[in-house]
Each structure stands twice: as C-alpha cells, then as structure tokens.
C-alpha cells in the first residue's frame, strides 16, 4: 500500500473499451485500493463512460481534451463522469474555464485543473467545486526552468500570491538558453 491518507490515481487516457475498463478497474480496486479512473475510455465515448460509471465504485473522470463549455456540457448532461476535468490551455482560457466550472457546480460535481498547475492556480482559488488540481514534476521542472513567480507545492498546496498580476509568472531572463530550435 502506499500509506495512509493517500488515495492512488491510474490515467488509462482513453486506452480500454469500457467492458476492458470495469474488468481493469475492479482488480484495480481489489488489488491496489485505486480511487480514481481517469479517462477509461476516450472522454468523446459519453456512452462508455457512463458504462464504466455504473458499474464501478469509485471516481470516474475525464474531460482534460474539452475545448469549449458545449464539450463539458454535453458530458454533464450525458452523467458521463463523478468528475470534470478541465484545462484551462485548451478550454478557450480562464472565462470558459470558469463557465465550465459553474455548469459542473450547477450538476453538484467537482472539478479537477488538468496540468499547468501554475496557469490553473489563481482561477481555481475562485471556484468552491474544485477537488485538485493536477501537479506532473515535468511542468513543475520546466515552469521553473523558464519562468520567475512559480508558485511553491507546500505540503501538497499552491497558494496565489496576490501582490502579482495575472497568473503570476514572467519569463526568466535567462530562459532564451533553453529555447528549442
């Protein structure tokens, strides 16, 4: 196990059927306690993911490719997830993050801010339904590599720092050495 208090997230990014995905996520239950399916079937399968929903007892998400309100929408309405995943770099920025925020508060579920942990912060700290917010150590690594204002992970927490603009960040001087040609 990996300890107490900690909960173990598996991402199939759209890889199963959805018979494939409730056999997989019944032993991943059984086996290793997992809480949290992301993507079982590719998140354009509303059919498959409520499949999978109904016949598994633990969170299903998926939405990290939505590129507009009508795409988290049409999930919603569907009972496709128990979780909305929303990334503000493809979604159409912050006001449509927010708007698909709102129609997910307004279905009484939770969000999830797919990546870019740093763009997601701020706008997330305005929203009540939001769960968490997705932290890789790649973009953890490369946002301080090329950026000033990143925002420290303290015990598990980003917290905006409200004396900058925006989202807080600005080039690194020296971030040219790293440009890929």
């Known amino acids: 196990m990996i300890g107490s208090g900690i909960e173990l ?8 059927s959805a018979h494939q995905a409730v056999r997989l996520g019944h032993h991943m239950i059984d086996r290793y306690d997992v809480s949290w399916f992301e993507e079982p079937v ?5 059919d498959g993911l409520r499949e999978v929903r ?15 309100e009508s795409y988290f929408a049409r999930m919603l309405a569907a009972d496709a997830v128990d ?7 493809r979604c159409g920025g912050y006001t449509s993050w927010l708007r698909s925020a709102a129609l997910a508060a307004a279905r009484n579920l939770e969000i999830s801010a797919h990546c870019a942990p740093n763009l997601h912060a701020p706008v997330a700290a305005a929203v009540p339904n939001l769960r968490h917010i997705e932290l890789f150590h790649d973009h953890r690594r490369a946002d301080g590599l090329l950026f000033e204002g990143v925002l420290p992970v303290v015990c598990g ?12 960040m600005v080039l690194r001087s020296d971030a040219e050495r790293y440009r890929i040609t």
């Open 54 to 68: 109904r016949h598994l007892p633990i969170d299903v998400t998926a939405g990290e490719y939505g590129d507009h």
């Open 83 to 89: 979780c909305l995943q929303i990334d503000v770099t």
């Open 42 to 46: 590719s998140s354009d399968d509303l």
């Open 9 to 16: 997230f598996v991402d199939a990014n759209g890889a199963c």
């Open 157 to 168: 927490r980003m917290t905006p720092d409200p004396t900058r603009p925006g989202h807080g």
